[in-house]
């Protein structure tokens, strides 16, 4: 009795815990870009199984088991992604899902919200042409957010629509080049009425104007200003900081700044590298710093996280 126990045993782990012994025997492991590493270095493991007619099916897990990806690749060395794919996030739940075609999205991808149920955005790609066609969802209401073209660069190019929010009244009609706003922009109330009327050549604001609900033109303003620092963070952390010329030599620092909406600065966040005395420093010098413009929305000022990558550079003064 005791030996049909512990067989049982047994075959309840294997049933519970077969992505951990698989990854024991015939796993290959992993990081973001498909790279393969040592398995104290992946963030994820692959389960390659035997070639079939619709090519060499690959089962990917995050290191704790979870199940992160499958799909299909044209050889076992999974250079080339072929057909459908489907991926899921740390908790279990999916991610998105499309096809690829000779290593590229192709047609209809679907994005999903944290629950892996609501739809958070669709992207319909055109292959071969480059870049796609996003459709932002609100996950509450099914309402859209935006929609618009993304370049092969994943820059906004062409015509956008914003949508204000829990409606599907347009709130805003946007063209692009590159990235940045060009040409006529179209700002709408709820109601449909024009409320700002901008024309930017290249990335220059040359005539604006605004109304209010019933047409009347009033005094303009833009609809959002980010904060501004007393003088560029890069300079000042330069003069401020000893460490900092030699440590930016060689690598790039990311700053991640609260400003409040009466300017001072409140929560900061460094990353980039690990020299735990000049980070200090580093962060104390910010914390020093005299008090930004403000971020303002509608014109009245509002905090705004502020992030920036400093990265090596001459000044000519």
């Not at 290593?103 to 999903?112: E, M, R």
């Not at 609900?213 to 833009?222: L, T």
């Not at 929560?267 to 971020?295: L, Q, R, S, V, Y």
Request: hydrophobic share 35%.
């Amino acid at each position: 009795m005791l030996l049909k126990k512990s067989f049982m045993a047994i075959a309840f782990a294997v049933v519970m815990y077969p992505n951990q012994m698989l990854a024991q025997d015939n796993a290959v492991y992993v990081n973001e870009m498909g790279t393969i590493l040592p398995k104290e270095q992946a963030r994820y493991y692959r389960i390659i199984n035997v070639p079939d007619t619709s090519g060499v099916t690959i089962k990917e897990y995050f290191m704790d088991g979870t199940l992160h990806c499958v799909g299909h690749y044209t050889s076992p060395q999974a250079i080339i992604k072929q057909g459908q794919f489907v991926y899921y996030n740390a908790k279990g739940f999916k991610a998105s899902q499309g096809e690829y075609i000779k290593g590229f999205k192709s047609g209809v991808w679907i994005l999903f919200s944290g629950n892996g149920k609501d739809i958070a955005e669709r992207q319909q790609y055109f292959y071969p042409e480059k870049g796609y066609y996003s459709i932002r969802y609100d996950p509450e209401t099914a309402n859209k957010l935006s929609e618009g073209p993304f370049d092969e660069n994943n820059r906004k190019t062409g015509v956008w629509k914003e949508y204000h929010f829990h409606s599907d009244s347009l709130r805003l009609l946007s063209r692009y080049l590159g990235g940045s706003r060009t040409g006529e922009q179209q700002e709408f109330f709820r109601n449909g009425r024009l409320k700002r009327l901008e024309l930017f050549e290249g990335r220059k604001l040359k005539h604006a104007e605004q109304f209010d609900e019933e047409g009347n033109r009033v005094k303009y303003y833009p609809a959002f200003v980010y904060p501004v620092p007393p003088e560029p963070l890069w300079k000042y952390l330069s003069v401020r900081v000893k460490c900092f010329d030699s440590v930016i030599k060689s690598i790039n620092i990311h700053v991640v700044v609260k400003v409040n909406e009466d300017g001072s600065l409140g929560d900061i966040e460094i990353t980039g590298f690990d020299n735990g005395c000049c980070k200090t420093a580093i962060m104390e010098a910010i914390a020093h710093m005299k008090k930004w413009k403000p971020a303002k929305r509608e014109d009245v000022p509002c905090s705004f996280t502020v992030e920036n990558d400093l990265r090596y550079r001459v000044f000519n003064e």
